[in-house]
């Protein structure tokens, strides 16, 4: 593997964990206002509300965040934790799917906000395909 195969991926991986862990601190700090704008009526998943919910998530994905982070620092990328970065991040575009799709009441600023971190998340599963691949030919 040369600096040139991995270059696109190790990028790739610096700026999801960039925007994991920013995101996922202001989740975190933020989750009681996020939850208020999100949805017109309390949402409550397995006894918790909402704002739990987001507190929970944010600490997840800053966790995420440092995986991608520590992953990109490699000299080496671990090629299987790279993979498991891109399955997880399809995952969540189907996840920001299926959670639009819930008889939630979410408002016009909740559902903007999924759609937008769902975009986001989807253009990084896209340049890490292309990273991944790139890897695999180098080889």
């Known amino acids: ?12 991986l610096w700026g999801n964990a960039a925007f994991s862990v920013l995101s996922g601190a202001m989740l975190v700090a933020f989750a009681a206002p996020f939850a208020r704008f999100a949805a017109h009526a309390p949402v409550s998943v397995a006894g918790l509300d909402l704002a739990i919910l987001f507190e929970l998530l944010g600490v997840g994905v800053v966790a995420f965040g440092g ?17 498991f970065i891109f399955a997880a991040d399809i995952a969540w575009v189907a996840a920001s799917a299926l959670v ?5 009441s979410w408002t016009t600023a909740g559902i903007a906000g999924i759609v937008v ?3 986001i ?13 790139r890897l695999h030919t180098a080889v």
């Open 117 to 119: 971190v769902a975009l």
């Open 100 to 104: 639009l799709a819930l008889p939630a």
């Open 1 to 12: 593997m040369t600096a040139s195969s991995d270059r696109l991926l190790r990028r790739t």
């Open 121 to 133: 998340v989807a253009d990084f599963v896209i340049l890490e395909y292309l990273g991944l691949r």
């Open 67 to 83: 995986l991608c982070a520590w992953v990109a620092s490699r000299g080496e990328l671990p090629r299987g934790l790279a993979r």
